[in-house]
């Protein structure tokens, strides 16, 4: 079983930058790759940004160029850095772990509020 940790999420205004981690812990040699999702009211939950143990990356077009993922192994961490932060950002924000085995898990959600 794993278990993800988010944090970093607030409130910033238009053209503002946060930078998102999420730590997991538990069954850590089962993860073969981590993610971001996002889910706005009333909307399906989206990917935002994805990263396998092996560095290779894939975004949503919507961020592209606005957005980084990254992992640090040492600490089981992953971070979303945010620029360039958009009123249609704001969302709650979740960490994925997919796991061998076709298993995934979540965390419970960061919440982004980009507003003036």
């Known amino acids: 079983q794993v278990q993800l940790v988010e944090s970093g999420g607030g409130l910033v205004q238009p053209g503002g930058s946060l930078r998102l981690s999420c730590a997991a812990s538990?069954?850590?040699?089962?993860?073969?790759?981590m993610g971001w999702y996002r889910q706005a009211p009333g909307k399906q939950r989206d990917l935002v940004a994805h990263?396998?143990?092996?560095?290779?990356?894939n975004y949503a077009d919507s961020v592209k160029g606005r957005f980084t993922i990254s992992r640090d192994n040492a600490k089981n961490t992953v971070y979303l850095q945010m620029n360039s932060l958009k009123p249609e950002d704001t969302a709650v924000y979740y960490c994925?772990?997919?796991?061998?085995?076709?298993?995934?898990?979540w965390g419970q959600g960061t919440q982004v509020t980009v507003s003036s």
């Open positions: 990263i396998t143990n092996g560095g290779i990356t």
């Open positions: 538990g069954s850590i040699f089962s993860i073969w790759a």
């Open positions: 994925n772990a997919d796991q061998y085995g076709n298993r995934r898990s």
